[in-house]
């Protein structure tokens, strides 16, 4: 019913079109490849969509579609389990098409309405490594491949201030101005990674890096479910210098699972972010940090629990760990995370990030990372008059609590790792990528990543993963 809604609304927008433009006498926006007049880029020698966008001044329906096929070749697996990376060579292949609306009712209201569809496979079905290569995968095979309302969502904009900053329309903000001094309020079904712990260099798997321990932080368990969409209320509070953003959200009613837990009593989780932005010396040029926190409540199992349940039990030689094996009940797990982007010239900048959980309670929305950190390096063809290719390298390490490593020893799979047994050690990627801007929205890319000990296990692995993605901006 959402679906039809959706798709209703989208053809009364443009049916629409014509008649709000005429209502509007501004001026029309300066194409999204518009350099700032201070730091004037190099033209490339086409747009940035495959067709031309009507100027609507009220309404935004553009698309996309993501293309990501990966290889690996055969690596060494002196045994496996049920959630294991497949030790053979083998190839797979994804794809996500989107449709964006959006209609602004008035300088401060908007409807935002996206429809999305997804298929293919990833690499060993999504299992057996942390930091899976390709953050386009869902983690569920056994899903619908049938079109899904992805966000349809409210947002608001209180003014707090008579100043007003330039605002660069996108699908998730129509706005060409907001206040510089101002409350955004959101509602309705997102994804909490839009908003929080973003990064200019690694977010984008349409555009940057595909491994999804980069584009978002691997410890930051947020609300989702296995699409990694939820229901939320958003608060974010804008200064000059500043902002402060909080997300209530729903949780799944179990680990990866799609459907969520409306019985906020029992199942919810509290997001908090204040980023900064600023220079540390004058010579500087203007860089960002953002401060990240969350607290999930939820039906969570505990790592020692599971295994004690074993250890203890009537045959604890034969005994298998299962996090999943409790009563219904409401556990509590947090963390914290941290990211900053530091521009170093006009066209490349560093950028890393860190994040801690807990790691007592079960890894229940993203994926199974309870430490990680990064840094790397992203770029623009810009130095090279080429603005819209975009490059990067980074490195990532993630870690598991001691529970969480204990419970896979002793057998125990979670939702994405398992490989009945484990000879711990960090589970360490290198990635690196060019995406070339061939021809209007034409946007291909080479994508390299290494990972060392595949599922925390000093006993499988390395494995080398190529990947072409294929992605066209509408």
């Not at 053979?88 to 098409?97: E, F």
């Not at 170093?344 to 900048?349: I, K, P």
């Not at 050690?425 to 890319?445: D, Q």
């Not at 390299?448 to 595949?454: E, R, W």
Request: charged content about 20%; some cysteine; hydrophobic content about 35%.
């Amino acid at each position: 019913m959402h679906l039809l809604q959706c798709l209703l609304l989208g053809s009364l927008w443009l049916f629409a079109a014509d008649g709000v433009r005429a209502q509007q006498p501004d001026a029309a926006p300066a194409p999204k490849d518009a350099a700032p007049e201070a730091s004037p880029a190099p033209s490339d020698d086409s747009p940035e969509v495959m067709f031309p966008h009507r100027e609507w001044d009220r309404i935004w329906l553009s698309g996309q579609a993501n293309f990501i096929s990966q290889w690996h070749p055969a690596f060494h697996s002196p045994y496996q389990g049920k959630n294991s990376l497949t030790p053979g060579a083998q190839d797979a292949t994804s794809r996500v098409l989107t449709l964006y609306t959006g209609l602004r009712l008035t300088k401060t209201t908007e409807f935002l309405c996206d429809v999305q569809e997804t298929g293919g496979h990833g690499l060993g079905e999504a299992l057996g490594v942390a930091g899976f290569f390709n953050l386009d995968v869902v983690r569920n095979p056994t899903l619908s491949k049938a079109p899904y309302v992805a966000r349809l969502m409210w947002h608001q904009i209180i003014p707090l201030g008579g100043s007003k900053t330039a605002s660069e329309p996108s699908p998730y903000s129509l706005f060409r101005e907001v206040p510089t001094r101002r409350l955004e309020l959101r509602f309705g079904k997102m994804s909490l990674a839009d908003f929080f712990d973003l990064n200019t260099y690694g977010t984008d798997t349409n555009f940057q890096f595909m491994n999804w321990a980069v584009d978002n932080n691997g410890a930051y368990d947020y609300a989702a479910d296995t699409r990694g969409f939820t229901f939320a209320a958003m608060l974010e509070y804008h200064d000059k210098n500043y902002v402060v953003r909080f997300a209530e959200g729903l949780m799944p009613k179990v680990a990866n699972g799609i459907h969520l837990d409306a019985d906020m009593s029992r199942a919810r989780s509290e997001n908090i972010e204040l980023e900064l932005h600023g220079k540390v010396f004058r010579q500087q040029r203007e860089g960002v940090v953002r401060f990240l926190s969350y607290v999930n409540h939820a039906n969570m199992g505990t790592y020692i629990d599971a295994v004690n349940a074993c250890r203890f039990g009537p045959d604890p030689t034969t005994c298998v760990p299962s996090i999943t094996d409790h009563p219904l009940q409401t556990t509590v797990k947090y963390g914290f995370g941290m990211n900053f982007e530091q521009p170093l010239t006009e066209w490349m900048g560093l950028f890393g990030r860190w994040g801690w959980s807990e790691g007592q309670h079960e890894s229940y929305a993203y994926t199974e990372v309870d430490q990680t950190w990064q840094v790397g390096l992203g770029a623009n063809g810009g130095r090279w008059k080429r603005r819209n290719d975009r490059a990067g390298i980074v490195f990532v390490s993630n870690g598991i609590s001691h529970d969480h490593a204990l419970y896979l020893a002793y057998g125990g799979y979670g939702f994405l790792l398992g490989d009945g047994k484990l000879n711990y050690g960090r589970e360490n990627i290198l990635e690196s990528y060019y995406t070339l801007h061939a021809w209007r929205g034409f946007f291909p890319a080479l994508d390299l990543q290494y990972v060392d000990h595949p599922g925390y296990n000093r006993d499988r692995g390395p494995v080398f993963v190529t990947g072409l993605r294929f992605h066209l901006e509408f």
